[in-house]
């Protein structure tokens, strides 16, 4: 029980300071008159005001309540380092012991993992979390038991008592680290990309080193080895090898006695992508479908297109002026010999052999196929006579050869069983009108197929869309100049501009269009393993994972020639992936985990926080200090101990008042004191 004397004022407090002030004057002049009951009046004006202040004595009912000391236990990545995590364990528990011996004492234990998406130690987010549980004034102290590398200081919450930090670090640890500065998410090909590294010492590091190893890889290739300075800022240029995603890897091999190698390899992956396309259009006449080419070729900011139309053939002679016919001779010797090369697709629409373009020229296009370029013919009707292109040097890698039929009647163009599987035309169906009931073509090119795949059929299921690969290029027959009917709408039109858009730049070896591929995309630490085949099935798909063990899983299929696999990593790094004759590469977390940025165990980011509370901070390395209580205000930390401040929280469990003037008891005094400074003034 605890007895207090309160006040509950009747009035405001500045009113009756208002009539004391009254009353003073009042006495002052009572005693200026030399009256003699001033002394019995003054009383009972004491007494007055002393009942306007309502003085109560209040008796509690108390029951004390225990002191609150948290120990954060950080459980993040850096801390399984060496024995860190043992450490911690048995620091923890020896300190919840000795606590909870004390008597009065709870025991809060908060163990922080590693933040999602590379958060790092969030170690004031859960402190604050904990904190806002219980009640402020019960907290007694908080101990840290980290390396002291958190990610979070900026949220650290209001400190009502002293706050320890028990560091796992020993004297002689040190690191090795290496950094990758300004890697960009996308290169263009062809153009060097430039990095910068660093390889850093951190801690007690052996003396006397100034060179090591860097081992650098693409795609999971084998390693090229270099010796790079230590501790200098190393400028990388790179070329990317190909398109699409490229994942570098840079490592330098561990040395004796540091704290990890987690920090000795950093993963970039790269997209490589082509600055312009460079696309030559050659049309043997002006006709409808022209304009479709041009359209499709023209909206691509990233394609430079040039354009050869024959508009006057030789054969026309009707006396016009040569000189009226064109400002320039259009270079023919210099695209299609001297820079033919340059070129990533050449389009022949509906173009006929009419001694205009020489054999030569001709030939030197199919040597470009077969050395990787890629050729797209739309046939029309000179396609099937005598003047065929197929007819001369390109008869060796077009796809089919012309039967000289012309197929004049409506058909509907439909994706054959093989193209719902090619990138090409896989999904045009959901991309088209309703159902996939597409407008009609009105004229296709009767062939006869020699080789390659066929993706597309027209009327009477002959062979309309046809790819193949001669060589080291692609070729692709389109049979018919009626696309472009799609384009304007008729009976409902179709998927043009998809269909066109996809075959070229499927000839122009786009990565997301290689019929047989694989690929993984990564989210987190989770990856979804993509297999694209023309087959029907695929094998079992095999991972190796950074540590080396391979793991088999099974490929289900989604969707026509399209193969997905969902896979959670266990780790962060580099994994392998390979699939019947297809292999990829994919890192998973992190290019340098923040983890691992700093792993020398440092008070630096909490001192100021330590300092403010009077706390301490201590090696776990020279034993668990002892626990002893000190004042509020007073320090808190000194050669082998730790403080907490105990807070005498209490729960109030029932509450009894009582007036000391009551009125009765105030009327009664009042009238008293009154009439005796009355008779005494009377008797004078």
Do not use: C
């Not at 019960?138 to 706050?163: K, N, Q, T, W, Y």
């Not at 019929?515 to 995309?521: K, M, N, R, T």
């Not at 009077?614 to 200090?625: E, H």
């Amino acid at each position: 029980m605890t007895a207090t004397l309160i006040f509950d004022p009747l009035l405001p407090v500045l009113l009756i300071a208002g009539l004391a002030v009254i009353l003073a004057a009042g006495l002052g002049l009572a005693v200026w008159r030399g009256l003699s009951g001033w002394a019995f009046r003054a009383l009972a004006g004491l007494v007055i005001l002393g009942a306007l202040m309502g003085p109560v004595y209040q008796q509690e009912d108390r029951a004390p309540l225990s002191d609150i000391v948290m120990i954060v236990e950080d459980e993040s990545a850096s801390q399984r380092l060496a024995d860190r995590g043992a450490m911690t364990t048995e620091a923890a528990d020896t300190l919840a012991a000795r606590l909870e011996a004390r008597g009065n004492t709870d025991v809060r234990r908060l163990r922080v993992p590693d933040a999602p998406d590379n958060g790092g130690t969030q170690m004031m987010t859960a402190l604050a979390q904990a904190m806002a549980e219980e009640p402020q004034g019960r907290i007694a102290g908080m101990i840290l038991l980290s390396d002291g590398r958190l990610h979070d200081v900026e949220r650290a919450p209001p400190l009502p008592a002293p706050l320890h930090l028990l560091h796992t670090g020993r004297e002689g640890d040190w690191d090795r680290r290496l950094r990758i500065d300004n890697a960009p998410a996308f290169a263009i090909l062809g153009e060097e990309v430039r990095m910068t590294l660093t390889i850093t010492d951190e801690g007690a590091a052996p003396e006397g080193v100034s060179t090591v190893p860097l081992d650098i890889s693409v795609d999971g290739a084998e390693p090229r080895r270099f010796e790079v300075a230590l501790g200098e800022t190393i400028d990388l240029p790179l070329t990317l090898p190909h398109g699409g995603r490229n994942v570098l890897q840079f490592t330098t091999p561990a040395a004796a006695g540091e704290l990890t190698d987690r920090n000795n390899t950093a993963l970039i992956q790269i997209n490589g992508v082509r600055d312009r396309l460079s696309v030559l259009l050659v049309s043997g006449q002006p006709h409808p479908g022209t304009r479709t080419w041009r359209n499709l070729l023209k909206s691509d900011s990233s394609v430079d297109l040039v354009h050869f139309t024959i508009l006057r053939p030789p054969e026309k002679q009707d006396g016009v002026p040569v000189r009226e016919l064109s400002l320039i001779a259009f270079p023919t010797r210099e695209l299609f010999l001297e820079k033919v090369d340059d070129f990533d697709l050449i389009i022949f629409d509906r173009y006929r052999r009419r001694g205009i373009l020489p054999s030569i020229y001709l030939d030197n296009i199919r040597q470009y196929v077969e050395n990787g370029g890629a050729v797209l013919f739309a046939a029309g009707p000179d396609f099937a006579g005598a003047e065929s292109i197929y007819r001369g040097p390109f008869e060796d890698i077009v796809p089919a050869r012309p039967t000289a039929r012309v197929v004049e009647e409506g058909y509907r163009p439909k994706v054959t069983d093989l193209g719902q599987r090619h990138p090409v035309t896989a999904g045009l169906q959901a991309a088209g009108t309703e159902d996939g009931d597409w407008g009609r073509w009105m004229r296709q090119i009767e062939v006869i197929q020699n080789s390659g795949d066929v993706v597309m059929s027209g009327a009477g299921d002959r062979p309309l869309l046809l790819l193949d690969r001669v060589g080291e290029g692609r070729v692709a027959l389109l049979a018919s100049d009626h696309a472009w009917l799609w384009g304007r709408g008729f009976e409902g039109g179709g998927p043009q501009l998809e269909l066109l858009r996809r075959l070229a730049h499927w000839m122009m070896k786009e990565p997301e269009l290689e019929e047989e591929a694989l690929w993984a995309e990564a989210t987190g630490q989770q990856m979804r393993v993509i297999r694209r085949s023309l087959a029907d099935t695929v094998g079992p798909l095999s991972i190796t994972t950074p540590s080396g063990e391979v793991i088999e899983r099974s490929l289900k299929e989604v969707s026509p020639g399209r193969f997905e696999h969902v896979y959670d990593g266990p780790e962060i790094g580099l994994y392998r992936l390979v699939n019947d004759d297809q292999s990829a590469v994919i890192g998973l977390g992190p290019a340098a985990p923040v983890e691992f940025e700093q792993t020398i165990a440092s008070a630096e980011a909490l001192q100021p926080l330590i300092s403010a509370t009077n706390g301490g901070v201590r090696a776990l390395a020279d034993g668990v200090p002892r626990i002893r209580e000190v004042r509020e205000g007073r320090p808190a930390a000194g050669r082998g101990w730790i403080g907490i401040t105990p807070r005498g929280a209490y729960e109030t469990r029932s509450v009894s008042q009582m007036p000391l003037l009551p009125a009765w008891l105030t009327l009664l005094l009042v009238s008293g004191l009154i009439l005796s400074g009355w008779l005494r003034e009377g008797r004078r």
